[in-house]
């Protein structure tokens, strides 16, 4: 049987290996042709948003509980029957056959027979799948919405059912990206040429300029522009962060818990590449990828430094972005897996180093500088309570 690597059995091992260690790594997606590397993370993201729903249909058609199952198994099926529901590209039978050759290849031809026996019982009942239907009504809305239990009870509780389900909607839709012109490489304007001639559909945003909204990265990675430096990829919220610190050329800026750096390459090209940025982070791996970046997108202007922002031993500077580590609530459309790896604990965690970060963070500001705090969360307690603590001690 061929063993070739393709998007379907790339994306079964990273989803495997998600459920063993809570972490995702796309690099083994870097054999792959650029059009199959963006298939892979489409159909883990996609499948990580659709998980809870998923596995209840599996559930409902499989003789073996889901917690009885290999990983390889779940995440196989999971794959197979997400093709059959979600993918109106692929046909029944392609998507069944796909599984079962995966099955026969990784564990066998028993489990084979098993997938292929599971996935024509849903095919058969496609127009009338069972529906989630649980008397704990937190169980019914976090199998519907797939998302964990904790983040429903918090969610409904905050915003009433009505809001929290519209949010957990969005969550589970395809989000759209937003891609930022690098002027340290480029002109916005010669960008804007170059995604017409490359008949890339594109919106500029009217909140802030150089960043344009686009239905996928897939045509920027296949044609070498972020690997080139001329653009990058960053959602337009995030890109308020570096907006407010308004860095100006020859000033000094730190950027701390700054990898993977896209906050201090848009900084720099705010400067033109003139004064000084500090990125600090205390981790080494994603370090190496800022500095990477640094170089592709001829950011000089950053200098790296591995170090843990609560131990700082550095000058004023005229600005200080603390974009803190958070549970990332607030990115669940791009970032599927973090619904799965965030827990109640370590929001409470997260709450308690965050305010550790902001305090050490304001020791480092110039007077008349500015302190910019920011995260991706939507949870108050990482948000604006932990701003108005702060400023009670100030």
């Known amino acids: 049987m061929d063993t070739e690597l393709t998007a379907r059995s790339v994306s079964i091992e990273l989803l495997e290996k998600f459920d063993e260690t809570k972490n995702l790594d796309y690099s083994v997606a870097n054999d792959l042709e650029s059009r199959e590397r963006a298939q892979v993370r489409e159909y883990v993201q996609n499948i990580l948003r659709k998980r809870s729903y998923l596995d209840f ?85 976090a199998t519907t919405f797939s998302h964990p239990e904790w983040m429903v009870e918090r969610w409904v509780k905050r915003f009433g059912e009505r809001e929290a389900f519209q949010l957990m909607q969005a969550n589970n839709q395809r989000p759209n990206y937003y891609v930022r012109a690098n002027n340290l490489r480029t002109k916005t304007e010669n960008f804007k040429l170059r995604m017409e001639k490359l008949d890339i559909e594109f919106e500029e945003s009217d909140w802030l300029p150089g960043y344009f909204k686009v239905d996928s990265v897939a045509p920027f990675i296949a044609k070498d522009l972020l690997k080139k430096g001329i653009c990058l990829v960053q959602d337009i919220a995030a890109g308020f962060a570096p907006t407010i610190v308004e860095p100006e050329p020859g000033e000094t800026i730190y950027d701390l818990c700054a ?136």
């Open 57 to 141: 249909i599996i559930g409902n058609y499989s003789s073996i509980s889901l917690d009885e199952m290999k990983f390889s198994l779940k995440n196989i099926l999971r794959l197979g029957l997400y093709e059959m529901l979600f993918m109106d590209g692929t046909p029944d039978y392609a998507a069944i056959n796909e599984a079962v050759d995966q099955a026969k290849l990784k564990l066998g031809s028993k489990a084979g027979d098993l997938v292929n026996a599971i996935l024509r019982n849903i095919q058969r009942d496609i127009e009338n799948l069972p529906k989630p239907a649980f008397e704990d009504r937190t169980k019914l809305i």
């Open 259 to 394: 990898a993977p750096g896209t906050k201090s390459i848009v900084m720099s090209d705010m400067m033109n590449a003139e004064g000084s940025i500090v990125a600090v982070d205390i981790n080494p791996g994603r370090l190496e990828l800022l500095a990477e970046s640094a170089l592709n997108y001829n950011a000089e202007n950053i200098k790296i430094r591995q170090d843990d922002v609560r131990e700082l031993n550095l000058k004023l500077a005229d600005g200080v972005l603390l974009d803190a580590p958070c549970t990332g609530t607030g990115v669940l459309s791009k970032r599927a897996d973090l619904r799965w790896k965030r827990t109640k604990e370590e929001l409470e965690n997260s709450v308690k180093l965050q305010e550790e970060l902001l305090d050490e963070a304001a020791n480092h500001v110039k007077r008349g500088g500015r302190l910019i705090y920011s995260t991706c969360s939507l949870e108050p307690e990482e948000n604006w309570e932990q701003i108005q603590k702060f400023l009670e001690k100030v």
